[in-house]
Each structure stands twice: as structure tokens, then as C-alpha cells.
């Protein structure tokens, strides 16, 4: 199981097809180490919000627009499954060795990326990832882990703090590279808040200092053409414009709010928001995919019932994160990796984007499932 889980850590930035095939291994580990009572459900009081999460699923099904398309959609609430991989598994057979096994994956991921940028010449790179904003917001991610994990001391050796300052550096380049302003902005901001986490009010002054940092580096950064034409949108007509990035989310949000208001306790199902959003524009949009905001989507797919069952969801991590924060110095580590995935949902639909929120489950999962073996305290 060892070598499974290295793997599996490792594929999360490679490759979308294998880390979903590792988790139909987990499943039935988990299944069979339930079954034999080497895992137990009252350890565990998040598996009661994931069943709620799965009955609000299960009702805007039944309730929405397209049961039988919506059915299908029914399997992306597994994909959080990895966070019982991370909490169970990853805390009891491979703990904070994790870390270094995801770094990995992505420092090869942020090469391939370094690579399309500048011999292939792309204008945002993508790594392994089917898009340039997945790739930024999954690098994003990995930044805040790697720098909280240096920021708590983590490193148990020299070399050990090579790697991970190495790591740090090569994907703040790879957010750089994918040209994506959101998890450019919300890395800042993250950082500047774990400093102030870690340090307290001494932390303010450090995360000033950061923040002036990032501004001399932004003059740099304006000058990658992606950016520096994604921020020229900000600040232009682009806001009016319903073809333009910005344009089109805001778009797409006046006409969720509207679908909302017709399908307000349950939603309209999974798979359903691309043809149902369609009937709500009454302006032309880049794409329909999504409502390029986790919060929307999630509220257009499963109603006011799945929004707050999602939240409580959330509620319940931040909750048992900051009861560990003044005896576990990891906890700072997932209170990051929480909020600067939060940040990411208010630009992008990554709750259900697997790619960035099977590492996000992954990774809380797993400082949860090491903290609570630690039995620094008791849980919730």
C-alpha cells in the first residue's frame, strides 16, 4: 500500500485518469478496512456531512431539470472521497511523508510547464492539466502548502529545506507562467494571512513587507503578455463587454441568480447548468460551461439545501483546524490550503473541477487524519 500511495500522491499533478483509478483502489480499501473494523465510523464525524452532501445531491437529481442527465453527474461528489483517503490512509500508513511525494508531482508538472512557456512557446502553459487555470490554481495550492510547511519548521533536515524552498520558488514561476490573475492574487493574499497566522500580531509587519514584495514583483509580472492583457480587462471597458473574461462571468451570474430564483431549495441537478443557463442570457458569452464561481454553481446545481450543506462541510474543517491551531503547528497548514482554495471558488467552479479539488481533498484530509493520530486533541 506504500507504493500505491506514493503514486497516487505523485499523480495528482500528472495525470487526471490515474489518480481517479487510484481512488477505485482506496474506495474498496476503505470499504474492506471498514468491513473489518480497521477503520471505524465514529472516528470520522465528517462522514456525516458527506452523506449530507450526497442526499442534497441525490434530491436536486429527482428535483431538477434532466433526471436521467443528472444521474450521471451523481459521481463527481466521490471525487471528495480522497479526503477520507487522506484522513484514514495517508494518516496512518504514510503521515507527513506526503508531502514530499505531492511536491514532486508537481515540480514535474511545473517543468512540463516551463516547457510549453518557453520552447513551445504557449501563452499561458497548462502543464499535465486540460487548462491553464486549473494548472495555475492547483500550483497555487501546492504554494501555500509548501510555504506553510517552511513557515511551521516542517523540514527535518537541510536537504529537506532545499527541496522545499526549490519547490516553493518553481511554483510561484509555474502560477506566473499559467497567466492566471486569480491564483496570482489569492497566493499573495494567502501568504500575507499565514504570516499573520503564524506570527500574530509581529506576523503584520512580516506580511507588509511580503505584500510590498509582491507589488515590486507584479511590475514584472505585468510585462508577461497574458497577464498584462488579462489586467489591462480590469481596468477597461471589458466589465461591459459580455465577450470578454470578467464580461462573461458576470454575465453568467446575473443569469444563475435568475435560475436560482426559479429552482431555489434543490437546483437543477448535476450536468444540467450548461443547457439550462442557455434560456437565462440575454447577452453572447466566451462559454457556458459553468458559472466560473464555485458558490453560484453550486447553489444553481443543488439549491439552498446543498450550499449550506457544502458550508457546513466547511464550517466543520475550519472549526476542528483552528481548535488544533495553538497545539499543532500543522493545523496552520490546513487552515491555508482551506482558505486559499475557498478564495479560488469566487473566480472558478473548482469545487467541482476535479483536478484542483481531488488535491485540495487530499491534502486536508491528510494534516486532519495526522493531527487527530497525534491525539493532541480531542476531535471536534
Same mark, same amino acid.
Given at each position: 500500500? %506504500?507504493?500505491?500511495?506514493? &503514486?497516487?500522491?505523485?499523480? %495528482?499533478?500528472?495525470?487526471?485518469?490515474?489518480?481517479?483509478?487510484?481512488?477505485?483502489?482506496?474506495?474498496?480499501?476503505?470499504?474492506?478496512?471498514?468491513?473489518?473494523?480497521?477503520?471505524?465510523?465514529?472516528?470520522?464525524?465528517?462522514?456525516? @456531512?458527506?452523506?449530507?452532501?450526497?442526499?442534497?445531491? +441525490?434530491?436536486?437529481?429527482?428535483? !431538477?431539470?434532466?433526471?436521467?442527465? *443528472?444521474?450521471?453527474?451523481?459521481?463527481?461528489?466521490? &471525487?471528495?472521497?480522497?479526503?477520507?483517503?487522506?484522513?484514514?490512509?495517508?494518516?496512518?500508513?504514510?503521515? /507527513?511523508?506526503?508531502?514530499?511525494?505531492?511536491?514532486?508531482?508537481?515540480?514535474?508538472? *511545473?517543468?512540463?510547464?516551463?516547457?510549453?512557456? +518557453?520552447?513551445? %512557446?504557449? /501563452?499561458?502553459?497548462?502543464?499535465?492539466?486540460? %487548462?491553464?487555470?486549473?494548472?495555475?490554481?492547483?500550483?497555487?495550492?501546492?504554494?501555500?502548502?509548501?510555504?506553510?510547511?517552511?513557515?511551521?519548521?516542517?523540514?527535518?533536515?537541510?536537504? /529537506?529545506?532545499?527541496?522545499?524552498?526549490t519547490s516553493l520558488i518553481i511554483f510561484i514561476l509555474s502560477i506566473y507562467i499559467s497567466g492566471g490573475r486569480g491564483p496570482l492574487i489569492f497566493t499573495m493574499i494567502t501568504i500575507c494571512i499565514t504570516i499573520v497566522l503564524r506570527y500574530g500580531k509581529k506576523g503584520l509587519l512580516?506580511?507588509?513587507?511580503?505584500?510590498?514584495?509582491?507589488?515590486?514583483?507584479?511590475?514584472?509580472?505585468?510585462?508577461?503578455?497574458? #497577464?498584462?492583457?488579462?489586467?489591462?480587462?480590469?481596468?477597461?471597458?471589458? #466589465?461591459?463587454?459580455?465577450?470578454?473574461?470578467? !464580461?462573461?462571468?458576470?454575465?453568467?451570474?446575473?443569469?444563475? @441568480?435568475?435560475? +436560482?430564483?426559479?429552482?431555489?431549495?434543490?437546483?437543477?441537478?448535476?450536468?444540467?447548468?450548461?443547457?439550462?443557463?442557455?434560456e437565462y442570457l440575454k447577452v453572447p458569452v466566451l462559454t457556458t460551461a459553468h458559472a466560473h464561481n464555485a458558490y453560484i454553481q453550486y447553489l444553481v446545481l443543488h439549491g439552498i439545501i446543498g450550499l449550506l450543506c457544502l458550508l457546513t462541510f466547511f464550517y466543520n474543517l475550519l472549526?476542528?483546524?483552528?481548535?488544533?491551531?495553538?497545539?499543532?503547528?500543522?493545523?496552520?497548514?490546513?487552515?491555508? $490550503?482551506?482558505? $486559499?482554495? &475557498?478564495?479560488?471558488?469566487?473566480?472558478?467552479?473548482?469545487?467541482?473541477?476535479? /483536478?484542483?479539488?481531488?488535491?485540495?481533498?487530499?491534502?486536508?484530509?491528510? $494534516? #486532519?487524519?495526522?493531527?487527530?493520530?497525534?491525539?493532541?486533541?480531542?476531535?471536534?
Amino acid at each position: 500500500m %506504500h507504493i500505491i500511495l506514493k &503514486l497516487a500522491s505523485i499523480s %495528482h499533478c500528472l495525470s487526471i485518469t490515474a489518480t481517479q483509478f487510484f481512488l477505485i483502489i482506496f474506495t474498496l480499501y476503505l470499504v474492506y478496512g471498514f468491513y473489518k473494523k480497521r477503520y471505524k465510523f465514529s472516528d470520522c464525524p465528517y462522514i456525516k @456531512f458527506y452523506l449530507l452532501l450526497l442526499v442534497a445531491g +441525490f434530491l436536486s437529481v429527482i428535483f !431538477g431539470v434532466n433526471p436521467k442527465r *443528472s444521474i450521471l453527474g451523481f459521481r463527481d461528489e466521490w &471525487l471528495l472521497f480522497y479526503f477520507f483517503v487522506g484522513y484514514f490512509i495517508i494518516a496512518q500508513d504514510l503521515r /507527513e511523508r506526503v508531502f514530499n511525494y505531492i511536491i514532486l508531482g508537481g515540480i514535474v508538472a *511545473s517543468f512540463y510547464g516551463f516547457y510549453q512557456y +518557453f520552447f513551445k %512557446h504557449l /501563452e499561458r502553459a497548462q502543464g499535465f492539466f486540460s %487548462h491553464s487555470l486549473t494548472f495555475g490554481n492547483v500550483m497555487s495550492i501546492l504554494s501555500i502548502m509548501v510555504f506553510s510547511l517552511l513557515l511551521i519548521g516542517f523540514c527535518r533536515s537541510r536537504l /529537506e529545506r532545499i527541496y522545499y524552498t526549490t519547490s516553493l520558488i518553481i511554483f510561484i514561476l509555474s502560477i506566473y507562467i499559467s497567466g492566471g490573475r486569480g491564483p496570482l492574487i489569492f497566493t499573495m493574499i494567502t501568504i500575507c494571512i499565514t504570516i499573520v497566522l503564524r506570527y500574530g500580531k509581529k506576523g503584520l509587519l512580516i506580511s507588509s513587507l511580503v505584500f510590498l514584495c509582491f507589488l515590486v514583483l507584479g511590475y514584472y509580472a505585468y510585462n508577461n503578455p497574458a #497577464i498584462n492583457r488579462r489586467l489591462h480587462e480590469l481596468a477597461n471597458e471589458s #466589465i461591459y463587454n459580455s465577450m470578454s473574461s470578467i !464580461g462573461t462571468r458576470i454575465a453568467l451570474w446575473k443569469a444563475s @441568480f435568475e435560475i +436560482f430564483l426559479d429552482y431555489p431549495l434543490f437546483g437543477i441537478g448535476y450536468s444540467n447548468f450548461k443547457s439550462v443557463v442557455k434560456e437565462y442570457l440575454k447577452v453572447p458569452v466566451l462559454t457556458t460551461a459553468h458559472a466560473h464561481n464555485a458558490y453560484i454553481q453550486y447553489l444553481v446545481l443543488h439549491g439552498i439545501i446543498g450550499l449550506l450543506c457544502l458550508l457546513t462541510f466547511f464550517y466543520n474543517l475550519l472549526k476542528s483546524l483552528i481548535g488544533y491551531f495553538k497545539k499543532e503547528k500543522l493545523a496552520i497548514v490546513g487552515l491555508s $490550503v482551506l482558505l $486559499v482554495f &475557498l478564495l479560488q471558488g469566487i473566480l472558478e467552479n473548482n469545487f467541482y473541477d476535479s /483536478e484542483v479539488a481531488m488535491i485540495f481533498w487530499y491534502i486536508i484530509g491528510s $494534516v #486532519i487524519g495526522i493531527i487527530k493520530n497525534k491525539g493532541t486533541l480531542d476531535f471536534i
